[in-house]
């Protein structure tokens, strides 16, 4: 449990906020761009406000095997025009109802705006880092953006609730565990994927 409360102060509101910003309801189809913690935090957040169909972009069979258990239906492993012609597929043509962008990168961003169905949103927490939207494409299709950091306390109160209930358990995505003389390999282990989110112990802790 531990674990999972300490994801309420970033990973899990984060994923969360974007689910909020994305206006995920029940039986929706959702996507999921980016899958680090934040996009795993995605998932629960989704299956959580009752998304029926959610699909994860991911290339990373540890990743692929905790969203399913987090309550992802579906994963493709394609990225940029092959994903986007494998969502569409997927649904017949249409697009997602609602579309999670949790890494910020122009790419992402041209997926995950790509693969949103006609007036449909994209929440976006991933912090933007060569994005350009298409304001056109975005105006001719009715598909919006919202987001930005998450504003943890806003959400704490229900998702506190819902750890303590243990109806949740974000704390999955920790997986890596050091003390502060092991922090430098920590953020090594997170970059070069060997590890998604790191859990950091100091004293008995």
């Known amino acids: 449990m531990l674990r999972s409360l300490l994801t309420l102060s970033d990973v899990f509101a984060t994923g969360h906020h974007a689910a909020v910003c994305a206006n995920v309801e029940a039986g929706q189809a959702v996507a999921i761009v980016g899958y680090g913690a934040v996009g795993l935090s995605g998932v ?58 949790c890494v910020g990168t122009g790419q992402s961003f041209a997926t995950a705006l790509a693969i949103a169905r006609a007036g449909s949103m994209v929440g ?38 819902d750890v303590l209930a243990e109806t949740i358990n974000a704390g999955g995505v920790l997986d890596y565990e050091t003390d502060l003389e092991g922090i430098g390999e920590a953020y090594a282990a997170m970059d070069e994927r060997r590890a998604i989110k790191s859990l950091v112990r100091v004293g008995s802790l």
């Open 44 to 101: 629960l957040a989704a299956k959580r406000l009752g998304a029926e169909r959610i699909i994860a972009l991911s290339r990373h069979a540890d990743r692929q095997a905790l969203g399913t258990e987090f309550g992802a239906t579906d994963i493709v492993a394609e990225r940029g025009a092959e994903a986007v012609e494998k969502i569409k597929e997927m649904t017949d043509g249409v697009g997602v109802d609602a579309t999670l962008e």
């Open 124 to 161: 976006f927490v991933g912090v933007p880092h060569g994005v350009e939207l298409p304001s056109g494409q975005m105006f001719r299709r009715t598909v919006g953006v919202c987001g930005a950091g998450a504003p943890v306390r806003v959400y704490l109160r229900e998702m506190l609730d």
